[in-house]
């Protein structure tokens, strides 16, 4: 779990992992949350997080490209044959946690 303003409107939002299997994953709560799309996290690129192998383990904030928004980053691990770690950042800004703000990398924390 972790929280920060990701959007600059002055609310925290709250970040909850959960690996369940009929989960969704990661989810973000905020006050604009009442609207049903607002309340799950965006696809990174093509991937969406149900389709993702493996479970997401531990989630933070940062400002990893500097812009004054905090930024989400989500360390997730499968097995392919050996342990694989990838970190998925979502960058913040006036928009909020968006899709096309989005990208995945090899993991900068091992599980």
């Known amino acids: 779990m972790s929280s920060a303003d990701f959007d600059g409107d002055g609310f925290q939002e709250l970040v909850v992992i959960d ?7 990661i989810t973000v709560l905020s006050a604009r949350c009442w ?11 093509a991937v969406g997080l149900r389709d ?3 479970q ?4 933070w904030t940062d400002d990893v490209d500097r ?3 905090p930024d989400l980053r989500v360390a997730r691990f499968f097995w392919d044959g050996a342990l694989t770690s990838e970190d998925w950042i979502w960058l913040g ?3 909020g946690l ?3 703000r989005c990208s995945i ?3 900068s924390r091992l599980p």
């Open 19 to 25: 690996n369940g299997r009929y989960s969704p994953g």
């Open 35 to 45: 609207l049903p799309d607002r309340c799950a996290i965006p696809h990174c690129g």
């Open 98 to 100: 968006t899709a096309d």
């Open 56 to 59: 997401f383990i531990n989630g």
């Open 67 to 69: 812009d004054g928004y």
């Open 93 to 95: 800004g006036p928009d």
């Open 52 to 54: 993702a192998p493996g």
């Open 105 to 107: 990398g090899p993991s």
